[in-house]
Structure formats: C-alpha cells, structure tokens
C-alpha cells in the first residue's frame, strides 16, 4: 500500500496524518499520495506547480517547432518563387536579344516603354493612395447635418476619381460640397481643381469658403494671390503673395508680382521680383520674361543674353526667338536679328500674331513703335497673371499646383 502523508505545499515539510495547517509555517495542507519505491528514492517529490510549469514549456516548444517548420515552408516557396522569377527573367531577356539580333525588334525602345510601364504603375498606386487619404480627411472634417449622404456622395466621386472620371467626379463633389459648406478639405480639392482649369470664378469661390473654414495649407493663400490679380484685385493679390513669399521661396509667387508690376509698367520693380523668379527656378521661362524687362528698360544686350539662354535651354521656344530677333534689330545686328525672325515666320506656332509681326519686320528692316512682348495691356483688367501668354500661364498652375502638392506630402 502506498504510504498517505500530509506535506506542506510551501515549504515541503511532513506533517502528521490528519493535521489542516503546516506545523512549520501555517499554509494549509495538501495531500500528495507518494508510492512505495519513493521511499527508497531522493529527490523525487516534485510540486504540482513545477509539474504545471513543465506542461507549459513543453506546449510552448511544440508550438514553436511547428511555427518554425511553417516558416521554413514558406522560405522554401519563396525561394521557388524566386527561383521561378529568375528562370522567366532570363527566358525573357533571351528572347528579347534573339529578337533584336534578328532585327524584329528594338531592344531600347523596349526598355524604355517597360520603364514607362512601371512608372506608371508606381503613379497609380500613389494617386490611389491619395485619394483614399483625401477621403479620410474630407469625411473627418465633416459637419453637415446630413452626413450619411455627405458620405456617400464623397466616396461615388472618390471612386469616380480612381476611374479617371473627372468631370463627373467634380460634380459629385459639389454636390457634397452642397450638404457641407463649411468642410475646408472639400473646399479647397474643389479650389485647386477649377484653379488647374483656369476657371477663376468658381476657384475664387471655394477657395474663400476654404480660408473662412480655417483651412491652414498655404495652398489657398497661393492661389488666391493669382486668381485675385487674374480677376483685377491688384491690391489683395499683392498682399497674398506678398504674403506667401514670408513662408517660403516660389517661382510663381515672384512671377505674379512681376507681372502685376510689368502692367503698371513699373519696370525696375518688376526686374527685381523676375530676377528672383530666376533664382527659384532657373528655366527657358524666367531668361524670357527677364529679357524682356530689360529689352523695356533699354539695356538691349543684357536682353540679348537672357533670352539666348533662355534659346539654348529650349530650342523650341519661338515666343523667345521673337523676343531674341527684336532686341538684335534694336541693337543693330540685323543679320542674326533676320535670321531669327525668319525662323519665327515660318513656325508653326499656333499665336499667328508672333508670325505675322515677325514677317512684317523681317520685310520692312523696322521695329514697330511697340513691340508686343510678354502679351502685357496696360489698359487690361483681367489676365494680369496668367493672361495673354499660353506657354506662361501653363507654366505658372503647373508650379503653383506641383509646390503645393509636394508640402501636403512632405
């Protein structure tokens, strides 16, 4: 028969048959049954909790074997995988030079679109993400008293947006916009989109509704400052970009206010805000709307300079090859002069008024009294900005909307 004894489940210690409390330290006791080969054994009472403690570590090493034979699965399938992958590449990369060597294909112009391809896939995914971000804010910042079709409104033109949608897209926003005017986020997409399209009026309306919603990107300062000259508020565009330059650097912000300037015909203020234009954003742009202030100032060879470089940086710039030939018959070199107004004549630029000028003087051997340069009416009331020049103004929302875009991303 197995011997029965009591024992202390703290310290261990034997007590007598019967008794409810350890003798040594108080702990009530438990009743631990010890076989009859145990009395001829050391060492081999074990406590019901070390019994426990071993169970759980065996538990948790079994569960780590199969964790590690499943992670070891998975490598070795990524390893095939890889292995595949390496296999098809090189297949491929056989073909192609069987192809070229054969003359059926042109390997670099492969590349090239392969390059474009991928390109394109990683523009995608980021405008994907953005617009998924741009949901998340919009929907956050709502306030309207109808937010179950607030909601649904913002996410149909969020998925027309991914769908390439736009103007159905846009639409659906404002309708949004109709359940929420106060929402700043949706103001101020709304803003800078009609701004992209050149549609001042209604740019000019959600970019105020944006401000007054306390809207804290400069985005709406900046665009506010073009949008208000284009439309005539001299004053308040002044003050806008005046504003925005406090807050960092821009090409476009010191082209507004040159160009602003140049319509008063404010010439040397004008220089000084071009000149830092240039140091912005060295561009074909900025050497042209320089040289053309000096050419008003009459210092025709620096003129010469600035819009040679502004030739060289881009041969296709026929509005500047205009400027270039004007300034050389100024200055006496009519040779070059000729030459250069030849190549505007025959040009297929689509503002036939540079051509029509360009032969008029090209036959006559004169300069007219006044010289159209940087498309500025001193007598205009709208267009102050971006107006007259097409190539300009394309490059003004380009800079405005892509700086704007990069600090909502930084």
Not at 7 to 12: G, S, V
Not at 228 to 240: I, K, T, Y
Not at 276 to 301: I, M, N, Q, T
Request: with cysteine; glycine share 6%; aromatic share 6%.
């Amino acid at each position: 028969m197995p011997s029965v004894q009591h024992y202390c489940q703290k310290c261990l210690a034997a007590n007598p048959l019967g008794q409810e409390l350890c003798a040594r330290c108080g702990t009530r006791l438990m009743l631990v049954v010890e076989p009859p080969a145990a009395r001829f054994e050391e060492g081999t009472l074990v406590a019901s909790h070390e019994e426990h403690l071993l169970e759980r570590i065996s538990a948790i090493e079994n569960r780590l074997l199969r964790l590690t034979d499943k992670l070891e699965q998975t490598l070795n399938l990524m390893l095939k995988q890889a292995r595949n992958a390496y296999v098809d590449h090189a297949l491929i990369d056989s073909l192609i030079d069987v192809l070229n060597e054969a003359g059926s294909l042109d390997a670099v112009k492969l590349n090239k679109i392969w390059r474009e391809r991928c390109q394109q896939d990683t523009a995608e995914k980021e405008e994907t993400a953005h617009l998924d971000q741009l949901r998340s804010k919009i929907l956050a910042a709502n306030r309207g008293v109808e937010p179950v079709a607030f909601e649904r409104l913002v996410s149909e033109a969020i998925d027309l947006l991914k769908e390439k949608e736009i103007e159905k897209a846009v639409r659906t926003l404002e309708r949004a916009a109709a359940f929420d005017p106060k929402n700043a986020t949706l103001n101020a997409f709304l803003g800078e989109h009609f701004f992209e399209k050149g549609q001042n009026t209604l740019a000019k309306d959600y970019l105020e509704r944006a401000r007054a919603a306390g809207w804290k990107s400069e985005s709406v300062r900046l665009l506010l400052g073009i949008v208000c000259g284009d439309m005539g508020e001299v004053e308040r565009a002044r003050e806008l970009l005046k504003d925005s330059l406090n807050r960092g650097e821009s090409f476009f912000a010191h082209y507004g206010l040159g160009k602003l300037f140049a319509a008063e015909e404010k010439w040397a203020e004008a220089l000084k805000e071009f000149k830092a234009a240039l140091a912005a954003r060295p561009s074909p742009e900025a050497h042209y709307v320089l040289g053309c202030v000096y050419f008003k100032l009459g210092r025709d060879r620096v003129a010469v300079r600035h819009l040679r470089k502004a030739i060289e940086l881009d041969q296709s710039y026929v509005v500047a090859r205009y400027a270039l030939g004007v300034a050389l018959m100024r200055s006496g070199e009519t040779v070059e002069a000729r030459a250069a107004l030849q190549a505007v004549s025959i040009s297929d630029l689509d503002e036939p008024h540079y051509r029509a000028s360009a032969r008029r003087i090209v036959r006559s051997g004169k300069l007219p009294a006044n010289p159209k340069l940087l498309e500025i009416n001193r007598y205009a009331k709208k267009g102050l900005i971006t107006g007259g020049d097409k190539r300009l103004a394309q490059i003004v929302r380009q800079d405005a909307l892509g700086l704007i875009r990069a600090r909502s991303t930084s």
